[in-house]
């Protein structure tokens, strides 16, 4: 079995720093893409920075453009997301997720990740 963890969530005050880590296990060579999505009190789980593996091309939501950071090891058994700059509405819960999908364009469609985490909780308070 493939497993993904996250961690690195808490809380932390609006204009502040945090970084996220997902830890990989199992058999990962089939993976070209991952993606870091939360979700907040609603049930609907948002794409918000994703990577390519081929070229290294990532991808951010526009909410996020400039202050989050999407990167991986050189291993490729760790993904990170640092977070700066913080703002109350970024907090949700956050899960990290890999696909198959070969390409050069990183993934902003959940059906197309075959492997997800079970979450980390991300607090922003004032």
Known sequence: QVHLVESGGGVVQVGG???LSCAASGR???WHAMA????A???ERVFVAALA??????WYA?????RFTISIDNAKTTMYLQMDS???EDSAVYYCAASEVRGFEPITDSDRYDY???????????
């Not at 593996?53 to 990532?58: A, M, R, S």
């Open 17 to 19: 720093s945090l970084r």
């Open 53 to 58: 593996w081929l070229g290294d091309n990532k």
């Open 86 to 88: 913080l703002k109350s």
């Open 41 to 43: 009190l609603g049930p």
């Open 116 to 126: 997800w985490g079970q979450g980390t909780q991300v607090t922003v308070s004032s």
């Open 62 to 66: 526009d909410s996020v453009k400039g």
């Open 36 to 39: 870091w999505v939360r979700q």
């Open 28 to 30: 990962t060579a089939g």
